[in-house]
């Protein structure tokens, strides 16, 4: 049987605090499961938006989607996980990733790294993370055991590696890094290079003793009856790619609510993505979609 879905918005506008406040009580309205707020210099501060967001709700989860590790030291980021863990009741997701925009390293005085340096100091971190939050020494202790909840977001072989063997949330990107971009700029995965980077993942991860929950980042959500005409302006930004190719990306849902309910049942099957993510932009949109899907 397919894991049953849950759906999160990643809320990325910083702005006022009540703003931000009613931003997170439409969110619950809505019915998403989960809350989540990115990294990035720029945007909102991840831990103190969560707290204010567990204020204000009651049963959505709350996550970081995803924390950049180049940012952070373990002790330090310990500290603040188990500290928001209590303040949310025991409802925090903690994601973990390298972070892939070399400007805000640059702006905030960091190191940025090579590819494998900053898998390399991600893996440090997700294993001192580990090894603190579980020793009852840690103080504070946070509130759930055996750990919070540990999703990693990434798509290379190193980082694939590494979600296999750690993480309870396998998160795929759907997108890569352009190269030599240093402002992020990322450029999508075919439904077929992604079929192929899900069976990688499932091959590393065939030994472990509970499956992870697979989360896909949904990058665009337009409801329409006229799919080509919404999907054509798009195609200047991916020029490799034919109009029928780029409906098929799995990170663009453009279509009727039932066309989006049958697309997003039909990536479950076939690539096991039951947890979606959607950017706050998109977040009014999907919500018809995520009515038509729950519970199931």
Known sequence: MPRPFRFAVNLTAASTGEEWRA?????????YDVILVPDHLGKVAPFPALVAA???????RLGTFVLNAGFWNPALLAREVATVDTLTGGRLELGLGTGYVRSEHDDAGL????????????????EE?????????HVPQPVQRP??????????????????????????????LVPGSTTGKLTPVTAEQLDERVAHYLRLAEGRKEPAELNLLIQTVVVTDDREAVATPFLHRLPD????EALDLPIM???????????????RERYGFSYLTVLEASMEAFAPVLAELRGR
């Open 23 to 31: 931003k997170c009580r439409r969110a619950e309205e809505l019915g």
């Open 54 to 60: 567990a204020e204000v709700t009651e049963r959505p």
């Open 111 to 126: 190191p940025f790294g090579s590819p494998g340096e900053r898998v390399g100091h991600l893996r440090r971190t997700v």
């Open 129 to 137: 993370l580990g090894r603190l939050l579980a020793s009852e020494d």
């Open 147 to 176: 750990r919070v909840p540990l999703l990693i977001g990434g798509i290379g072989n190193r980082m694939l590696r590494l979600t296999a063997e750690h993480a309870d949330i396998a998160a795929f990107t759907g997108a890569t």
């Open 241 to 244: 790619l034919t109009l029928q």
């Open 253 to 267: 849902l453009i279509g009727t609510v039932p066309e989006l309910v049958t697309q997003v049942l039909a990536q």
